[in-house]
């Protein structure tokens, strides 16, 4: 079933956007009394019929409402360093939004090699990575930050570092068992410096590893992404 965005969602009968109206007569050629879900992103999801197949304003009879669907009893964050390709950046927010992510922060980093990003645009992959994977959370992606400032404002109790410098590390699996709240630093194509993980570390942020090898940033993320969902899941 389509699934579509809409964030002010109330009531029994609701207008999409023009953009989704579009999507929905135009691309998907959806007509009068065809069902589709829509969500609002914060745990709603809503199944109604077409009622005014509209190309501008299409209209849908809500008949059911679930609150908080499929909501996890986590909250995962990753605080990652965007990668010099774009691409690889997006597939990560793609990916990590498809297997369950709350919140992902950009930070720059020493080693960094892009310290712009296309906040909107990257926003727009995590929308519609949440449509598609069928999720009614929509993951919070915040404003890029430098290192020092984001583990100056975490709660560094229920934070870890990966890295690949030589220092002894625990697999993340062995460390989040005691922790609702997880943040996960992730950093950049040159990973972290020996500063950074200094001032993590004193800063009580907890070291850990994500396996024995050398991982692309975007891999890492994923992975971290993908240890946590499926330890708590379990």
Not at 101 to 130: G, N, Q, V, W, Y
Request: glycine share 4%; with cysteine.
């Amino acid at each position: 079933m389509h699934v579509f965005y809409t964030p002010k969602i109330k009531g029994i009968s609701y207008r999409l956007t023009e953009e989704e109206s579009k999507h929905a007569i135009k691309v998907l050629r959806l007509k009068a009394g065809d069902e589709i879900c829509m969500t609002d992103g914060c745990g709603g999801m809503y199944f109604g019929i077409i009622d005014n197949p509209d190309l501008k304003k299409c209209t849908i009879q809500v008949i059911e409402k679930i609150e908080q669907y499929n909501r996890r009893n986590y909250h995962l964050h990753i605080a990652i360093a965007p990668t010099k390709s774009n691409e690889r950046f997006e597939w990560f927010l793609e990916k990590a939004t498809e297997i369950g992510i709350d919140e992902i922060t950009p930070i720059i980093c020493k080693h960094s090699e892009r310290k712009i990003i296309k906040h909107e645009r990257f926003d727009k992959i995590i929308l519609s990575a949440m449509k598609q994977s069928l999720r009614a959370y929509k993951p919070k992606l915040n404003p890029l930050t430098t290192f020092s400032d984001f583990i100056n404002s975490c709660d560094t109790n229920s934070t870890f570092i990966a890295h690949c410098e030589n220092t002894p590390k625990q697999s993340l699996k062995s460390q989040i068992t005691n922790y609702q709240n997880i943040t996960i630093l992730i950093g950049p194509e040159g990973d972290f410096s020996q500063d950074e993980i200094k001032k993590a570390v004193d800063n009580n942020i907890k070291e850990v590893h994500l396996g024995k090898s050398r991982l692309r940033t975007e891999t890492a993320g994923i992975i971290a992404c993908h240890t946590v969902n499926i330890f708590k899941e379990e």
